[in-house]
């Protein structure tokens, strides 16, 4: 009735319950991500030139950055007027980050972006301003 697998298998729990857990208390304790780790990016408008090369190179097209003159005339260039991300889209594969020649967009260690509604996935300006709490070690 009862076959020798089933003994291996219940010998195999048994043992396994004396070894330590490797389980986290997620989200009560967050997990801690490698360095390299890719997650969402947080953006400085403020290093901002507007040169349009991380929406240039993106993949999937999820960047939008315009960008408008500047008001003072003893300034060059323009200044940033919006700067959206798509991370319906977004694959997180951090050649924006790679070709900002400012260093205005850099990955961050956070990845929680979970949501109950499509809609909540495009992120402004101010939102990706506000990224700031996991960025990463070489990027401060």
Known sequence: MWGTGFFKGLGFTLKQLKEPKVTYKYPDEPVIMPKRFRGIQHFEPDKCIVCNQCARICPTGCITLVGKPNPDPEKKGKVIDTYDINFEICILCDL????????????????ELATYSRDNLLKDLKWLDNNNQNVREENH
């Open 96 to 111: 924006c980050t790679e070709v900002c020649p400012t260093e205005a967009i850099v990955m961050s260690n956070n990845y």
